[in-house]
């Protein structure tokens, strides 16, 4: 469709680098998985029993490409990191079964899901939704997507996150409460998956706040390396 046939030109379509490509990897959604790791379930002062998973989201535009320098986001005093494997999707489908989930699955990275602690709480406690806290400007900074094809697991790898070259985050992939074959299945029984949707499968232990000047650093072995600057509030 021609720009003409919009009230005014569309926003330039979200999207992520490639590894090795000069290609792009278009952004249609992302989706969060919620305390997928027992420890960082502990830490946040829940029950880290195997029930169900749940899902929060991003606007697709909240990604962006590392290495990135990123003004510290208004209305918080308490921003947080939060290490994260994201899977991205390759191929649309409901009701995915598990055993048929890598099919769907176009590649791999690592993310960090930037979360305004101070206003998550806040809506904890009122009962109302996280997006004040999570689905904000550049809170979704994430490498280059790697090809699944190059990717050697999904299931067990380490995942870390530092700053200012001090460890923080520490875990294994295989510490995951639901693994990304079983939450991507549950997830695609509530909602279609398509091209482009993109999948934040929870943080380890370790989470802390991070301020104007600090360098964040992470990776999953095998799979690809970060760094974020936090840079003055803008």
């Given at each position: ?179 990304v074959r079983e939450h991507v299945s549950i ?48």
């Amino acid at each position: 469709m021609s720009s003409d046939a919009y009230v005014f030109t569309p926003p330039e379509q979200a999207s992520l680098a490639v590894q090795g490509s000069d290609a792009r990897f278009p952004v249609r959604r992302i989706f969060c998985v919620g305390r997928n790791y027992a420890a960082h379930a502990i830490e946040m002062g829940k029950d880290p029993t195997r029930e169900a998973p749940f899902f929060f989201t991003k606007p697709a535009d909240a990604a962006l490409d590392t290495p990135c320098t990123i003004p510290y986001p208004p209305l918080t005093e308490n921003l947080h990191f939060e290490i994260e494997l994201i899977i991205a999707i390759g191929k649309g489908g409901a009701d995915i079964a598990e055993a048929d989930v890598m099919d769907h699955v176009w590649g791999a990275s690592v993310g960090i899901d930037l979360t305004r602690r101070d206003l998550q709480n806040e809506a904890k406690i009122a009962g109302r939704p996280w997006d004040w806290g999570k689905a904000f400007d550049n809170s979704a900074p994430i490498a280059p997507i790697v090809p699944i094809a190059d990717v050697p697991s999904v299931e067990t790898a380490r995942i870390w996150l530092a700053v200012n070259g001090d460890i923080k985050q520490d875990a294994d992939l295989a510490e995951l409460i639901w693994s990304v074959r079983e939450h991507v299945s549950i997830l695609s029984q509530a909602v279609t998956l398509a091209p482009g949707d993109i999948i934040m499968t929870g943080t380890p232990a370790g989470v802390g706040a991070i301020v104007a000047g600090d360098v964040v650093t992470g990776g999953v072995d095998g799979i690809g390396t970060l760094e974020v600057t936090i840079g003055p509030r803008a």
